[in-house]
């Protein structure tokens, strides 16, 4: 029987059949190695289309890579990298970003529902400005957030402003940024270069494809070497057109948001249905594929033993109920259905 559809991760999904067909389409012949094939290239083309700019593209094996060496690429081993608490960067990439920066420190910002207002960037840099402390470098924002809210275009300005103001280059861990456009209904480009974004990392693993991000340059002077770097930390991939043509299985007719706005979609749905048991308290706004309920250690222990796999450590705690590409109305009817039975 077919393992049960969970809500613990987008990552326990399997891979869409777009990114399959490409896949499998890329089967076939031989091609140039390390990126230098049809496919890659075609890929890239592709992002660049989305993103309606010229901007340099790299794909690496996952998200932490994509993260750490995008932000090492943007400072010295001196400066600093400013971020929210709850960043993925700093509580699940077991210090690879100041691994792969040779030590950079990484400054935690506080915010409500995951974001970061930009008073506590300009509050944060100037706090310390002399010699004996590392110089601010870097802003990193999260766009879906680790708690499931979006930075809107105007709000992404906003943080792309104060970052300019304050000479720091701006980098956006989009692990989830399917999930944040389509919640957002606006163009990538909006949320991303025109406010302001120099490097974005664009999540395919969580959007369905087998494995492997795009690491985006929209400031291509900053992309420069950024081979090497791949190469060097073991990210640059010998047969690459299996790691890009899934890409172009997303992309090339919509099929990356569309997904996003089912896993949206249903997400939606477990909000309404949770909100409709008296007594559960929902934690954040719910603005893309997650929500987060607090629920009782018994309760939790109960589900588990019904088969049901969630976390209850990601943000501030509470359980995270995160829907993937291929999730159903079915599935959320049968989590809620046992969730019921429970309380
Ligand atoms: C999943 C995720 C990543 C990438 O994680 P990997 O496991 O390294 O692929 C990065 N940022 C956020 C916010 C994530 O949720």
Redesign the pocket.
């Known amino acids: 029987m077919e393992p049960r559809r969970q809500f613990a991760s987008d ?1 326990y999904s399997g891979i869409c059949p777009e990114a399959w067909a490409a896949m499998a389409e890329a089967n076939s012949g031989h091609v140039r190695s390390y990126g230098d094939d049809p496919w890659t290239d075609k890929a890239s083309t592709l992002i660049r289309d989305t993103f309606e700019t010229d901007c340099e593209v790299f794909f690496v094996f ?4 994509a ?1 750490s060496l995008a932000l090492a690429s943007l400072c010295q081993s001196y400066h600093s990298i400013l971020c929210h608490e709850l960043a ?2 700093e509580t ?2 077991c210090g690879a970003p100041e691994f792969f920066s040779n030590g950079t420190k990484v400054l935690l910002l506080p915010g409500e529902n995951g974001k970061i207002r930009p008073e506590s960037i300009e509050q944060m840099v100037k706090r310390r400005t002399d010699i004996h402390f590392p110089k601010s470098r870097v802003l990193s924002i ?1 766009n879906a957030t ?1 708690v499931g809210t979006v930075y809107s275009a105007d709000e992404v300005k906003a943080i792309g402003a104060a970052a300019k103001k304050l000479n720091l280059h701006l980098h956006m ?1 989009g ?2 940024f399917a999930n944040a456009v389509a919640s957002l209904k606006v163009s990538p480009a909006e949320v991303t270069w025109k406010a302001g974004v120099d490097v974005l990392c664009f ?1 395919g ?2 959007n369905g494809v087998a494995l492997g ?1 795009a690491v985006i340059f929209f400031n291509k002077p900053l992309a420069e070497e950024f081979d090497y770097r791949c190469k060097q930390s073991g990210q640059l991939a010998s047969k690459m057109r299996f790691l890009s043509a899934p890409w172009v299985g997303m992309l090339q007719d919509g099929a990356w948001l569309r997904y996003a706005e089912s896993a949206n979609r249903m997400a939606e749905l477990m909000h309404q249905k949770l909100s409709e048991i008296p007594g559960l308290q929902i934690l954040f706004p719910r603005q893309v594929n997650s929500v987060f309920v607090q629920l009782s250690q018994p309760v939790i222990d109960a589900m588990h033993a019904k088969g049901w796999i969630f976390y209850g450590f990601i943000g501030k705690g509470g359980c995270r109920l995160m829907c993937s590409w291929d999730t159903t109305g079915e599935d959320v009817e049968q989590f809620v259905t046992d969730l019921k039975s429970l309380l």
């Open positions: 990552n996952n998200g932490t890579a993260n993925h960067l699940d990439e999260t680790e861990d692990a989830r999540g693993s969580k991000e």
